[in-house]
């Protein structure tokens, strides 16, 4: 039982004393940010390996599950007479959740683990202390601009797959099923609301894409400098990027959507 | 000289310096003094702390008690600005090299000439040259630090380290794994830097024969204190039996070869 309550406090304490390092960590990055837009150079280097080499995953990722949706919907929609309403039960499910929670789930698989192992090995190969006694502050030259990257990234790796989502239903609902071509395009336009749809998954986007490189970049600066360490801080930061995106989904769609 | 700090002849100055690192005491205490424009070995076994005492004077670690003073500057009570330009004017070697791995070895030199000078992209160019060709590497300019031996890693941080003209280099156990030819290059690429660029050079080492060859002064740390220091002639001639099962390299002596156990029969037969 002691050992218990022991363990219990032991857990508890140093959970609250990562999550001080982590918000510490994160006030360095803020206060770091505005130098990156100095250095655009730093920035789209990052834009481009945390970004656009996300590309394919998203896009293929996205076409699928909008496959799916078309195929799903379909067969519920047609029992009700109501398959002309594809289009819209394809695009908002794809743009007020599955879009942003789907496309940020993939991004810290693809991405956030990447940039915690690339992180993690450095501080294990000694360069970000090689760099401190070099005079070169590592928060702004390695983390911030990186941070930033992921930050401007998620929204539009979210929204591009979303789109494709809605192109993949709109090949099989309308190319395979045989749902009308006009009533899929008009339902979703008359459906979907700007600033209640597209604007909500976009802001959900953006704050996934915040917690993703906070939680990435952090377990990497954090991480213990040996092989086993950064392992366990690459999957660290995939489990918790998992639970933060899941439960930050719901917190937004209950603010957003509903009357809580 | 024990607690007279002359700053035209000390460049770096411990007093009393204690540190730990969670229940193990690494320091407990220690003085010591680095000679300006000298090669000062600090030496020890492995686990002494050696690593952790260029930390200290490079301000990255903070210590529990004492003072470390780099050229009349306490480096803890420094503000973060000014610790930075205090850098500017420390290299530092590391065992790893240290080196970027997504830049070439001439944009690794290069980074802290564009980092802190405001100098032409020519003169950066000429600049990084001089210092590869004093490390011999002016034609693997172009090569990734993964394509680099361990030996040639540790040549390119080197030129990396004295890319400011510094005051002083610290050398995080250089000659470790490295071949003979290797050894014998960096052994004379840090007497001459020393002498060509009127260097400070502290060189964290257990390599014996190396050091001795090449230090002007040195201090033998055991169990977070000093357990012996004086020229390579006073340390070979030293009278502690501590200090010559070190640079003998003797399996028993004051250090034990069994780490502290139990008694040995009793262990065997207990069950």
Not at chain 1, 161 to 179: D, K, N
Not at chain 2, 17 to 27: C, M
Not at chain 2, 135 to 150: F, H
Request: proline content about 3%; aromatic content about 8%; overall charge negative.
């Amino acid at each position: 039982m002691t050992h218990f309550l022991q363990r219990l406090g032991h857990t508890t304490l140093s959970s609250f004393a990562k999550l001080g390092r982590g918000s510490f960590f994160l006030i360095q990055i803020l206060s770091a940010c505005l130098s990156v837009f100095l250095r655009p150079k730093l920035l789209i280097k990052q834009l481009y390996s945390v970004g656009v080499l996300s590309f394919l995953i998203i896009t293929i990722s996205g076409l699928f599950v909008g496959m799916v949706l078309g195929l799903q919907g379909f067969y519920i929609l047609s029992d009700f007479g109501a398959e002309e309403t594809l289009g819209i039960m394809v695009a908002a499910s794809l743009v007020r959740e599955l879009g942003p929670v789907v496309s940020a789930l993939l991004f810290a698989g693809r991405a956030g683990s990447a940039l915690t192992a690339e992180i993690g090995l450095m501080k294990a190969t000694e360069q970000l202390s090689g760099m401190e006694m070099m005079a070169i502050d590592p928060i702004k030259r390695i983390i911030a601009p990186r941070f930033l990257a992921g930050f401007i990234s998620m929204p539009l790796l979210s929204a591009l797959f979303s789109s494709i989502g809605v192109l993949g239903g709109h090949m099989i609902g309308v190319g395979v099923l045989g749902v009308d071509d006009g009533s899929y395009w008009a339902q979703m336009q008359a459906g979907l609301d700007f600033q209640d749809d597209i604007i909500n998954g976009i802001i959900k986007s953006i704050v996934f894409g915040f917690a993703i490189s906070w939680i990435s970049l952090f377990e990497g600066y954090d991480t213990i400098p040996t092989s086993e360490g950064v392992s366990r801080a690459t999957t660290r930061t995939v489990v918790n990027s998992a639970f933060t995106i899941l439960g930050l989904d719901f917190i937004l769609t209950a603010l957003m959507f509903g009357d809580i | 000289m024990e607690n007279g700090v002359n700053s035209d002849t000390e460049i770096v100055s411990i007093q009393n310096l204690s540190f730990s690192r969670g229940d193990r005491k690494i320091f407990n205490g220690i003085s010591l003094n680095i000679p300006r424009g000298k090669i000062t070995a600090i030496m020890g076994p492995s686990g002494t702390g050696k690593t952790t005492l260029l930390k200290l004077i490079g301000g990255q670690l903070y210590p529990d008690q004492g003072s470390v003073t780099v050229d009349n500057h306490n480096v803890h009570q420094l503000k973060r600005a000014d610790l930075y330009t205090l850098r500017k004017r420390m290299g530092m070697l590391f065992q790893s090299g240290a080196l970027l791995t997504d830049l070439t070895v001439f944009d690794n030199v290069a980074l802290p000439l564009k980092e802190h000078t405001a100098l032409s992209n020519s003169m950066i160019r000429s600049l990084v040259l001089l210092k590869l060709q004093a490390v011999g590497l002016r034609g693997a300019r172009d090569l990734m630090p993964n394509e680099l031996s361990g030996g040639m890693a540790r040549r390119v941080a080197l030129a990396r380290a004295i890319a400011l003209d510094p005051m002083m280099i610290m050398y995080d156990e250089p000659f470790t794994g490295q071949d003979p030819i290797s050894l014998g290059i960096l052994v004379k690429l840090i007497k001459e830097l020393n002498n060509a660029l009127g260097l400070t050079s502290i060189i964290v080492s257990h390599d014996v024969e190396e050091t001795l060859t090449i230090a002007d002064y040195i201090y033998v740390l055991s169990d977070g204190k000093v357990a012996g220091q004086g020229t390579p002639e006073q340390i070979s001639n030293s009278d502690s039996e501590w200090v010559q099962q070190f640079i003998k390299g003797n399996s028993d002596g004051p250090v034990h070869f069994h780490y502290p156990a139990t008694d040995y029969h009793k262990d065997l037969f207990e069950i």
